[in-house]
């Protein structure tokens, strides 16, 4: 089989075969096929399309290109939830621990900040001395002693993923819903869940920024798990601005520890609970979505939510205390307020231009082998639909170096369209689209 052959007949919008499917992966794997012949495939794959027989082969051909995890000898359903990625989206760190409280296993395994959205895994790290680098045997022990795990991908978890994901980021081959629904799935199905809720967002702060891209984004991930014989939902939200107020990496997880003692902003809760009360019910843990809120609800009241938290945190290796004492988490040395140059109403806020100015403050990277600064970052005030005065501070900006201050100020204040009008938000939940159960 020639490599070349296999690309001709992708660019000619062919369907490639279960063989040469496999023999590509297997192929870029083991580095007998070299980036170029890949990058060439990436681009014929994004321009033409994939079949969906063809998508869950090229997704399977990636899930057993690595080990794939067996929890099976951890009793229950084990569901996961993964974001496709958004701006102040700390989601994960309160919903996992709250749904393990409720009793459903929550094998988690995140990813680094891309682009302008931030990641779990940076998040995390910002809690002094927690570990995100577990080896698989720690990550069932993990699952089986507290319900949860929050680690990174290791080193064996779907490579072909990880080679080809580099790939793709340099051969401007991400956006393409085949490439990054085989790149989601074969991780997620790779780390041994059952079921799966995934957050689709939509809007200028995601990588699907309308609604019918976000929604065959979505359709396509379901069809993918269901063809492995997951039961998947996806709920598509809104992500037309920043989740909550802070956005960066400390300030974003104790904005998410705030969630567990029931203090957390309107947007974050809500939708800890909405994606929560999916988990349960595919959990088997509540026979709907109002059965399953009341179960979260009471998780969070009790402190069982937070405890299960804490209990995590000092199991892998961090300081547990800080979750009360937030002056434990890396800061930073100063904070300036943007004002608002006119007076008016919020009418909107383009969310990937206040994470790249997050960036530029040092809460992400703008090269891969930039390290994250943890204290620093963006809170953000003025949400759309607020009335603003001209000066009223729009957000605060917190530093270390400054860098990037002038840049992160210009683009973040850039990115707030002020008008007379008064604004009514879209609805955060705009649909959930879910697998048949099997
Ligand atoms: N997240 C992934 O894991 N892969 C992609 O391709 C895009 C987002």
């Known amino acids: 089989m020639r490599v070349q052959d296999i690309i001709a007949i992708k660019r000619d919008g062919g369907e490639l075969d279960p063989e040469q499917i496999r023999f590509f992966i297997g192929g870029y794997t083991d580095g007998s096929i070299p980036d170029y012949q890949a990058a060439a495939l990436a681009m014929a794959i994004m321009l033409r399309g994939m079949e969906p027989d063809e998508l869950s082969v090229w997704t399977d051909a990636m899930l057993h290109s690595g080990s794939v995890v067996d929890l099976s000898m951890i009793p229950g359903v084990k569901v996961d939830k993964h974001s496709t990625g958004g701006v102040g989206d700390k989601i994960s760190i309160c919903l996992a621990p709250a749904v393990a409280a409720c009793g459903v296993p929550v094998p988690m395994i995140s990813g680094r900040g891309l682009g302008h959205t931030g990641g779990t895994l940076d998040k995390l ?18 699952v089986a002693k507290h319900g949860l795990a929050l680690i990174g991908q290791t080193e064996d978890l779907a490579p072909a993923d990880r080679k080809l994901y580099a790939l793709r980021d340099v051969t401007g081959t991400v956006p393409s819903i085949p490439l990054i629904s085989s790149s989601i799935m074969s991780k997620k199905l790779a780390e041994g869940m059952d079921a799966l809720v995934l957050d689709v967002k939509v809007g200028a702060g995601a990588f699907m920024k309308t ?28 992500m ?48 709907s979505a ?10 969070i009241s009790s402190g069982r939510a937070l405890q299960t938290l804490k209990d995590l945190v000092a199991a892998q290796g961090g300081d547990a205390e800080a979750m009360d004492d937030y002056s434990r988490f890396p800061g930073a040395a100063h904070t300036i307020d943007v004002g608002s140059a006119e007076a008016g109403v919020v009418q909107s806020i383009d969310a990937a231009e ?8 040092g809460a992400g990277r703008q090269v891969a082998s930039d390290e994250v600064d943890h204290g620093v970052g963006v809170t953000v005030h003025k949400h759309v639909g607020d009335e603003v005065a001209e000066g009223e501070p729009l957000v605060s900006l917190a530093y270390n170096a400054d860098g990037g201050l002038t840049d992160a100020t210009n683009r973040i204040l850039d990115a707030y369209t002020i008008g007379p009008d008064p604004v009514a938000k879209g609805p955060l939940i705009i649909d959930v689209i879910r697998s048949e159960p099997a």
């Open 125 to 142: 790290e910002s809690i002094p001395g927690f570990s995100v680098d577990q080896p698989v045997e720690r990550f069932c022990e993990l």
């Open 211 to 238: 609604e019918p891209e976000a929604r065959r984004l979505a359709e396509t991930l379901v069809g993918i798990g269901s063809r492995a014989g997951k039961r998947v939902s996806a709920l598509m939200t809104r």
């Open 240 to 287: 037309a601005e920043p989740l909550g107020e802070a956005v960066g990496n400390a300030n974003e997880t104790i904005e998410a520890i705030e969630v567990l003692k029931g203090r957390g902003p309107a947007d974050v809760t809500e939708l800890t609970y909405a994606l929560g009360a999916e988990m349960l019910v595919l959990g088997g843990k509540a026979e």
């Open 290 to 299: 109002a059965e399953a809120r009341e179960k979260l609800g009471e998780a």
């Open 354 to 361: 206040v994470g790249i100015g997050g960036m530029l403050l």
